[in-house]
């Protein structure tokens, strides 16, 4: 017998044919001997259209308020899952996330689970029931309904697993597993049979949704056996496992995408010292989240051009920001772009082969691609280049690594 966590996303779950084959998926587990957990996320496209009406009716919305309207998805699902469990002859119960409940912080809109208590699920697994858990929700430090940010059910997921000591946490969605690239947009992309924690969090981070990088963090940090796989067919999926785990790495395992992305250039900065300490102090006092930063000395050699990026929906609260400091650091101007895109190529076998970041800047000028930002960090480097070249990008150096499935 395993306990096992099995959470559906919002394409399995899109209508009732497909709750009903859900019903029909946990059914099999219980029916071979298994404790079964569900978590679900929203409908396809309810989550959007939730956040659409907070957005349309105030822009500059209460957060608090936000969570309510926008956790309800999640509520509608783990109900419908438990009645059509219970159509099948299941015992099953739904449970929203402050019936858990779900403990965070009360940072609505993108609460962090702080803890979460799993002895009366064990307890009602153990009686034979099947708990069907509301993802993305929590049960702030003010009392409060949270959710965890878009994509947060993986992570209520992986949550629940560490909390019930399950063996192991399937992640059920519409690609059959985590490929070396987004499969909708590389056809050549290869499915992957294991990939590293550290690998998958660095993929989570830049881009790649199939998984919330939070989950992925708590995966890790829990020693939680995580396996993404496809709610269409009964293929095994891709297994998130350590690195001792994995015996042979490729160089590069992957590349992923972000279009998420803005680019704030600031003109002419009078080259002295602290100017940098000023402008970026001042974004983190604001929680404004800045990646990728260049600087270059300009032509006279007494300005410097700064370019940095942040996520799009921060650049217009970030244009305001730097240009209530020009004065002060006496800059000409600043420009933002929002038409930029991350691409970044990651590899664990990154740490001892050199070569790589050449084979990438390489590969993009020959698509007569200019990249306009670069970042590295160990097992990772990425690229700022014009949005209009995403797909080329992403084919041309998927290729270059040899990542091409046959
Ligand atoms: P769910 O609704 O089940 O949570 P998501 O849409 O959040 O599903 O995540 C699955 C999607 O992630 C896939 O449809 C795919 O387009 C995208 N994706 C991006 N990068 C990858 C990758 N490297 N491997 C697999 N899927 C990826
Ligand atoms: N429904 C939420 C979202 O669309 C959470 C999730 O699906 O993971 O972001
Ligand atoms: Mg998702």
Known sequence: ????????????????????????????????????????????????????????????????????????????????????LQAE??????????????????????????????????????????????????????????????GGSDTSAVALAAAIRADRCDIFTDVNGIYTSDPRIVAKARKLDKITYEEMLEFASLGAKVLQPRSVELAMNHGVRLQVRSSFDDAPGTLVVDEEEVVEHAVVSGIAHSGNEAKITLIRVPDRVGVAASLFGSLAATNINVDMIVQNVSEDGNTTDLTFTVSQPDMERTLRLVEDKREELGFERVVGDADVVKISV??????SHAGVATTMFSALAECGINIQVISTSEIKISVLVASTYTELALRSLHSAYGLDAK
């Not at 069907?132 to 309904?145: K, N, P, T």
């Not at 990651?346 to 740490?351: L, P, S, W």
């Open 1 to 84: 017998m395993a306990r096992i966590v099995q959470k559906f996303g919002g394409t399995s779950v899109a209508n009732l044919d497909r709750i009903r084959a859900v019903a029909g998926r946990i059914k099999e587990t219980i029916e071979a001997g298994d404790q079964v957990a569900v978590v679900v996320s929203a409908m396809a496209g309810a989550t959007d259209q939730l956040v659409a009406w907070t957005r349309e009716l105030s822009p500059i919305h209460d957060a608090r308020e936000y969570d309510v309207v926008v956790s309800s998805g999640e509520q509608v699902t783990a109900g419908l899952v438990a009645l059509a």
């Open 89 to 150: 002859g299941v015992d099953a119960r739904s449970w929203l996330g402050w019936q858990i409940p779900i403990e965070t912080d009360d940072a609505h809109g993108r609460a962090r689970i702080s803890a979460v208590d799993g002895d009366e699920i064990v307890r009602r697994l153990g009686g034979g029931q099947v708990a069907v858990m509301a993802g993305f929700q929590g049960l702030g430090s003010d009392g409060r309904v949270t959710t965890l940010g878009r």
């Open 346 to 351: 990651i590899g664990v076998g990154m740490r």
